[in-house]
């Protein structure tokens, strides 16, 4: 009886450090998946803000092809700009006066 005592309490110890040791790996892989979402977090906004750079870069930059390419422009250049004064003054006429004429067929 003495001998199966021991052997009952050699396997009770081996089962309650197994037990430990599995807990332990289980923290430690909680602590991991943690870390590892707290990154895919990180790495989704770093990847939505890349989105947005790259659509705003794009629509710029394409813009200006088309702009030099199909309409022939160019960057304004401080030699060949022109400021016009005098025109302070002017009436401005509104939006419905100035359409009512166009509607009915009378130039001004």
């Not at 199909?70 to 006066?97: E, H, I």
Request: proline share 4%; glycine share 4%.
């Amino acid at each position: 009886m003495n001998r199966l005592n021991m052997f009952l309490l050699t396997a009770l110890v081996l089962c309650a450090l197994s037990l430990v040791n599995a807990q332990h790996q289980a923290r430690q892989l909680f602590v991991e998946l943690d870390r590892a979402q707290a990154e895919e977090k990180q790495l989704n906004i770093d990847w939505s803000r890349l989105q947005y750079e790259q659509s705003s870069l794009g629509k710029s930059a394409r813009i200006a092809e088309i702009a030099r390419a199909q309409l022939k422009m160019a960057p304004a250049q401080a030699g060949r700009t022109q400021y016009l004064q005098g025109f302070a003054d002017l009436p401005v006429a509104s939006s419905a006066a100035a359409s009512a004429p166009a509607a009915s067929g009378v130039q001004p």
